[in-house]
């Protein structure tokens, strides 16, 4: 039996931000809970990931000027 996990599309509004697109390799688990957890959020995964990324690059600016 397989089952499939089928994410209900979203409109996109028109971003008026410039985006450049990356080809990544990321855990199949990691991005599974990625995934619900866009669905739970009602939020993109792009927006997902993009303040995780903010939110890493905050860390270590801070970890920096402690130093």
Do not use: W
Not at 6 to 31: A, W
Not at 34 to 50: A, W
Not at 54 to 67: F, I, M, N, P
């Amino acid at each position: 039996m397989v089952i499939c996990y089928i994410s209900p599309v979203m409109p996109r509004p028109r971003s008026t931000k410039v985006r450049n697109q990356y080809g990544l390799r990321l855990d199949p688990h990691l991005m599974k809970d990625l995934e619900h957890l866009s669905v739970d959020s009602e939020r993109y995964m792009n927006e997902l990931i993009e303040e995780a990324i903010k939110d890493l690059l905050k860390k270590y600016k801070e970890k920096s000027k402690g130093k």
